[in-house]
């Protein structure tokens, strides 16, 4: 027993317990420092030799002992050092539940074997663990209920609990909310600030909603919400959107924040959730960018508008190889000398002679990416119309294409287009491109390109100047040839639009833009610009887009 007795000697000074029993079967204790006892929080070695039965077994937590016991004597027989490292839970004096490591050796004298034990208690570290994991689980399964960035529900757990309690909604309502132009905003302001914007957007659901008894908000993906209203009317709906409306505006005044807002009423409670959803977007898509409309309550005959759009998109691929689409010429006039001094070309779809035009199709060519396709092959068609022209010893004037801003941010888009005019052999000046105001954001690349386009020798138009937020912006940093003041001018009958047209006007000349006054329908309208000093026009008031053969005729007149 020397060795043990020196150990014993020492051990009051080691941190942690120290206690040693007998390697037999009745792992009889002989010895516990008083760190063991106070682990165990016994007063006394009596005290701990009651509470055990003064032997190992009657330490360790009896669901733990068979497991501790045969992993010992497993770690013993194969380990040359005979160490073994365990950990088991102990039971207090008070009751309580320990957690504790314990790394033995077994120690062999001529008195008999025994093993020493050093123990620790690590019931804290234990707990700290336990609060990690526990949080962990709580996150991942908040995780697959909530929408992260919001903090609202995310789609799946919106529409497990819409179905938990369809049977007993009333009057209830599904909204899809969708911010408009949330790329551009985050264009300009970055991702960080589209972010805060689309918390914002749903703290002020969050808050709204709290208002009506049941209420369930959701971030479907994107910059795109849901709602969910149950026992209400229309006016409380129109009430909500309103409200929401009203304090998504005031994130910024810096941008112009709009939703547009689709609501279904849930009539049948047998169609699917995730219907009723895609039946309120629906809705949502026949106002967008309409800011004077507060939602659209989706009806029957929306529902055909879709159909429609699927059957276009389902229909476009064939209709290219079919040579479907073609191009209508529209004359760009001095409205001084009244001379045509150039065209804009336009798509029109011609399908079992049912002439379709571009506002229903575009939008949808937009959405999918075909729109660059289209806008190549409108590019190759008028090509082939300047060809014939030339070939044929006639009369040319330029002609404008309009390109997408799909189309036009390609890597290909210089190579695509100039491949194809370079293809039919076309002079640089009877080739204009036309790109819409709306297009340009705060990133450079659009500037770059039009940089480009015009060394490579060609006119750019700005399409629809007037029509998006950010026209004085544009003018100051992107050059380009024409201005095409849009339409939307002349159909506001008011002052206001004449001085605006004025200002604009007046701008232009200084800056030495020519302008074309798109839209221009009457004699009305040619007075205004003729009052103002505009030289250049495009309407109705001289003509309608027409078949190439009709604007030969025109051109020969
Ligand atoms: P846009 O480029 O601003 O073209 C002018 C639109 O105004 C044309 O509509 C034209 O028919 C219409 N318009 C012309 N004069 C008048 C008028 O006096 N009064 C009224 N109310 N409207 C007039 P359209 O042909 O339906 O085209 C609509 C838009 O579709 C175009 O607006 C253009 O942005 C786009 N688009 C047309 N063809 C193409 C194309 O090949 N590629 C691309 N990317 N977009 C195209
Ligand atoms: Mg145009
Ligand atoms: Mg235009």
Redesign the pocket.
């Given at each position: 027993m020397k060795r043990l007795d020196g150990l014993i000697e020492y051990s009051s000074i080691i941190p942690g317990g120290i206690f040693i029993y007998k390697a037999d079967e009745t792992e009889e204790l002989i010895y516990a420092n008083d760190e063991v006892l106070k682990i165990f929080g016994c007063n006394s070695i009596e005290e701990f030799k009651e509470l055990t039965g003064n032997s190992f077994k009657g330490m360790v937590h009896r669901g733990d002992l068979k497991s501790v016991e045969s992993s010992i004597s497993s770690q013993i027989s194969d380990n040359d050092d005979e160490l073994d490292y365990v950990d088991y839970r102990i039971v207090k004096k008070n009751g309580d539940i320990a957690y504790i490591e314990d790394f033995g050796r077994l120690i062999h004298t001529k008195d008999g074997d025994y093993y020493v034990v050093f123990i620790s208690d690590v019931t804290k570290k234990h707990n700290r663990e336990i609060s990690y994991k526990k949080q962990l689980t709580k996150e991942l399964s908040e995780r697959k209920r909530y929408d992260l960035l919001t903090g609202l529900y995310n789609r799946d757990e919106f529409i497990r609990k819409i179905k938990s309690q369809i049977n007993k909604v009333n009057n209830a309502y599904v909204l899809f909310i969708n911010v408009d132009n949330y790329s551009n905003f985050t264009d300009i302001f970055g991702i960080k600030e589209g972010n805060n914007l689309l918390i914002h957007i749903a703290d002020a659901m969050d808050f709204i909603g709290q208002e009506y008894d049941e209420v369930l908000c959701a971030r479907l993906y994107n910059d795109i919400f849901t709602m969910f209203v149950n026992e209400c009317s229309l006016e409380d709906i129109e009430e909500i959107v309103e409200e929401i409306k009203t304090v998504t505006k005031d994130f910024t005044s810096k941008f112009d924040i709009t939703l547009s807002v689709g609501v279904y009423k849930i009539e049948d409670k047998t169609i699917s959730v995730e219907k009723m959803i895609d039946y309120a977007e629906t809705a949502s898509e026949t106002i967008k960018q309409k800011y004077e409309k507060k939602f659209a309550l989706y009806s029957e005959e929306m529902n055909e508008k879709n159909r429609r759009d699927q059957y276009i998109v389902n229909n476009m691929e064939k209709a290219l190889l079919n040579n479907e689409f073609c191009?209508?010429l529209?004359p760009k006039y001095n409205i001084r000398t009244n001379k045509i001094i150039g065209a804009?070309?336009?798509?029109?779809w011609i399908r079992y002679g049912e002439v379709i035009?571009?506002?229903e199709f575009?939008p949808l060519f937009e959405k999918n990416g075909y729109?660059a396709k289209?806008?190549l092959h409108?590019l190759e068609e008028t090509c082939r119309y300047i060809k014939n022209r030339v070939d044929n010893k006639m009369k040319n004037i330029p002609i404008s294409?309009?390109?997408?801003r799909f189309?036009f941010t390609m890597n290909s888009f210089i190579y695509d287009i100039t491949s194809i005019i370079n293809k039919y052999g076309i002079p640089k000046d009877l080739i204009e491109f036309?790109i819409?105001e709306s297009m340009f954001t705060a990133t450079n690349t659009i500037k770059d390109k039009v940089n480009e386009l015009r060394k490579l020798g060609y006119k750019i138009n700005m399409?629809?100047f007037g029509s998006a937020y950010s026209g004085l912006n544009i003018l100051k940093d992107v050059d380009f040839d024409i201005m095409?003041l849009d339409?939307k001018f002349f159909?506001s009958n008011d002052k206001k639009a004449q001085i605006i047209i004025k200002a604009v006007l007046n701008m232009a000349k200084e800056l030495k833009i020519p302008v074309v006054a798109?839209?221009?329908?009457n004699k009305e309208h040619l007075m205004i610009l003729r009052k103002f000093g505009c030289d250049y026009a495009?309407?109705?008031?001289y003509s309608?887009?027409l078949p190439k053969d009709k604007f030969d005729e025109l051109l020969e007149r």
């Open positions: 191009i209508y529209q804009e070309a336009l798509v029109r035009s571009p506002g575009i729109i289209l806008d409108v294409v309009n390109v997408s189309f036309e819409t399409d629809d095409k339409l159909q798109e839209g221009v329908e495009q309407g109705f008031f309608k887009p």
